[in-house]
């Protein structure tokens, strides 16, 4: 069952747009996909996560912050085929 990353992220940010490319190429053909979100575009999560940017989330699980992990992308991704 293929399931939604969350990137938490903001306009302008370039370890955002990395940390975008570096998920979307580590789950290419998995089936699984990545919605970002703009912390900017909601009040509730710029003050949560304020300029703490990139943050990669399952559900309310953190997977990575401000660059891939690519150990625990891959965990991930056994646990998530």
């Known amino acids: 069952m293929s399931k939604t990353l ?3 992220t903001r306009a302008g940010c370039p370890l955002c747009e ?9 789950l290419s053909g998995t089936g699984h996909r990545i919605a970002p979100r ?7 999560l710029k003050a949560r996560y304020g300029w703490d940017v990139p943050l990669l989330f399952d559900g309310e699980a953190e997977l990575c912050r401000h660059e891939l992990d ?9 646990l998530n085929p």
């Open 38 to 44: 703009d912390v900017d575009a909601d009040p509730a």
């Open 70 to 78: 690519v150990a625990a992308v891959r965990d991930w991704l056994r």
């Open 18 to 26: 990395e940390m975008a490319g570096a998920a979307a190429a580590a």
């Open 6 to 8: 969350t990137l938490y």
